[in-house]
């Protein structure tokens, strides 16, 4: 089963700010809402600055979910959580108990009116008939109903940001990690944090020292 | 008089401690249900021309699909280039 997780890869991102620009222009979003964004930590000091990029996580235990009054919030069987705007009341409950800042609220008239909570929706839409008009306007493009990946991790031009199955996307990850030469990466990733996805499976060689990425 | 002053006493007394007693202040909490529209999934529409084809309905035809996909973001094992 899929669990749809995005991993950016800190080393990698050179803050382009390329997958911000790819969501906003994929799904239509309003201005002033930043469903997907760069953050950067010791900016403009050499060697220090790093960036990753970030966006709703798709947690597997959501605290938004847990303390939405209305009860919004799901999550699909690949993993994705989803919220039913028809039903939200933007109250913002979501967005103090969110770690990343992902719900947004879109200014809905004047007085700093809030209107319903935006969020990434890894791509998925939402509760409207996929690939529709109606799902389009209110959440976004449906693009794993179209058999693609989130348009952020797709466009990312040094494949810092990367989008699907936690499984998968933490073995491209290890892989890389192995390729700079790092040690002890034969504990990390999904499988190692959550549970085996391959019992018995050998764990991976590191990289002769010097290697390069 | 005496008995009456009595239960008075005994009466104020009860009504004074029922402030002392200790009630459990845990909150337990609950899982929430969903309350919304139901959604389709993504296996249940058709594979759009010149994109990546799955069986409508098959779960496991999508996955597959979409895993190759995914195997594309890494470079040094990209199926086609």
């Not at chain 1, 939200?88 to 990343?100: K, R």
């Not at chain 1, 959550?194 to 990425?213: E, L, R």
């Not at chain 2, 002053?5 to 009466?11: E, F, I, R, W």
Request: aromatic residues 8%; positive net charge; charged residues 25%.
């Amino acid at each position: 089963m899929a669990r749809m997780k995005f991993l950016c890869d800190a080393e990698r991102c050179i803050e382009c700010n390329g997958c911000v620009t790819a969501c906003k222009n994929e799904n239509e979003v309003p201005w002033g809402v930043n469903r997907r964004r760069v953050v950067t930590i010791n900016d403009g000091i050499i060697g220090a600055e790093k960036s990753i990029s970030v966006a709703c996580m798709h947690c597997s235990d959501a605290p938004c979910m847990a303390v939405c009054p209305v009860d919004c919030f799901y999550r699909t069987d690949d993993g994705v959580v989803l919220h039913d705007k028809d039903l939200c009341i933007g109250c913002g409950y979501c967005f103090y108990a969110c770690p990343f800042g992902a719900p947004q609220f879109p200014q809905a008239g004047a007085f700093g009116l809030r209107g319903k909570m935006d969020k990434c929706t890894f791509c998925a839409g939402g509760p409207e008939a996929d690939r529709s008009e109606a799902e389009f306007r209110k959440y976004g493009r449906n693009r794993l109903a179209e058999g693609k990946l989130p348009a952020c991790a797709e466009m990312c031009s040094t494949k810092a940001l990367l989008g699907g199955d936690g499984d998968v996307i933490a073995d491209i990850y290890r892989d890389r990690v192995i390729r700079r030469g790092a040690k002890g990466v034969e504990v990390f990733g999904w499988a190692a944090a959550y549970g085996a996805g391959k019992p018995g499976a050998p764990a991976p060689k590191p990289a002769p020292a010097g290697g390069k990425s | 008089m005496k008995r009456a002053l009595l239960l008075t006493a005994a009466l104020a007394a009860a009504l004074g401690l029922t402030a002392c007693g200790e009630s459990e202040q845990v909150v337990v909490y609950k899982q929430g249900k969903y309350q919304g529209k139901p959604d389709t999934r993504p296996w249940d529409n058709d594979p759009l021309a010149g994109g990546g084809k799955w069986t409508k309905g098959d779960r496991t035809s999508w996955e597959t699909q979409i895993k190759e996909r995914q195997l594309a973001q890494h470079e040094h094992k990209r199926i086609y280039q």
